[in-house]
Structures are given as C-alpha cells and as structure tokens.
C-alpha cells in the first residue's frame, strides 16, 4: 500500500488496501447473486462516494440487473450534518421491484432513512442494502444493512470513492485519518 497522503489539512495513513477492498466487493456479489438469482433487481448507487463500488460490483454481479443513480448529501468536511438532501430524482419505475441501495459507507444512516423512506412510498417489492463499509459504532437506524464488505470503527475514512471536501476519490485504497 501507499504512504501517508496529504489531502488539504490533513494527513491521512494507509488503512485497507486495494485487495482487501476486491475480496469484500466479490464476496457481496457473491451473496447478491445467490439471494436474488430469481430476481431482476435495480442497483440504485447513491453518489458520488459510491461510484467506484458500483463498477466493481456490478462487474462480479453475473444475475439479470439494472442500474440507475441518484445524488444525495449529508456531509460536510469530515462530519454529517445530520440532514439529506435529494439532489438527483430516481426517474424508474420502480413499482414491485427489488431494489439494491448500494451506499460506499453506513455511518449514521440518515442517508440510507431518508432514500428508504422515498422508496417505501414508491411500493417497491423490497429494499436491500449493499455497502463497502459499515460504523456499527455510528449506525443508530433500524434498517437491516443486507450486504457490507467490512466493519469499522468511527474513524474517517478517505479513498475508494469517499472523500475529504471532494478530494481523495480517486485514491484506490482506503486511508484513515492519521
């Protein structure tokens, strides 16, 4: 894995790497093809963190599936604020149909309510949740977390997707604050 990384003010030091992230995103796949190989889901990715998940995924996804994206925001240089906004509409027709949030980290959850609420009301057949990371620390909602690559502690996170105010995406391992 890499050095430490300077993004803006802060340090940030090699945390999970590159093959670790492969392994857990196969594995999710893995499950996901087994528990809805009868089904045509619809992966509804949450930019922008998760973008580098989606592709991932769903090159090891081998089921019958589509794909749509939708833009929401909570946070705010390295804490949530605590309110979504939907910023992108979901345009499908979801009526009836399995659909599979795929999030790049569960922290508090006030993401994942909020876009379950909307698909609720939407009368979809059942919502799945497939996420890179989870805070089980942070993670205060009722909603089962159906897929998850890892468990971490309530530390911040950058790279794979996640960011630091909009810089360290691209980094291709995951970094902890140092």
């Not at 990715?45 to 995924?57: H, I, K, T």
């Not at 009526?95 to 949030?101: A, K, N, P, Q």
Request: charged share 25%.
């Amino acid at each position: 894995m890499s050095k430490i990384v300077t993004i803006k003010d802060k340090q940030f030091k090699p945390y999970i790497s590159q093959q670790q992230i492969s392994d857990a995103v196969k594995n999710i796949a893995s499950e996901i093809n087994k528990d809805l190989k009868n089904d045509l889901p619809l992966f509804l990715v949450v930019l922008n963190g998760s973008f580098m998940f989606a592709a991932d995924l769903l090159k090891e996804v081998s089921i019958p599936c589509e794909i749509s994206f939708i833009k929401v925001a909570s946070y705010h240089g390295t804490t949530s604020s605590g309110t979504v906004t939907e910023l992108i509409g979901l345009t499908e027709d979801i009526t009836d149909r399995t659909v599979v949030i795929v999030e790049d980290i569960v922290d508090t959850g006030v993401t994942l309510e909020k876009l379950i609420t909307v698909l609720e009301r939407k009368n979809v057949k059942q919502i799945k949740v497939a996420t890179v990371l989870l805070k089980p620390d942070s993670y205060k909602k009722e909603f089962k977390i159906n897929y998850f690559g890892m468990k971490i502690p309530n530390d911040f996170v950058v790279g794979y997707g996640l960011d630091y105010d909009g810089l360290g995406r691209n980094l291709k391992e995951i970094y902890v604050l140092a």
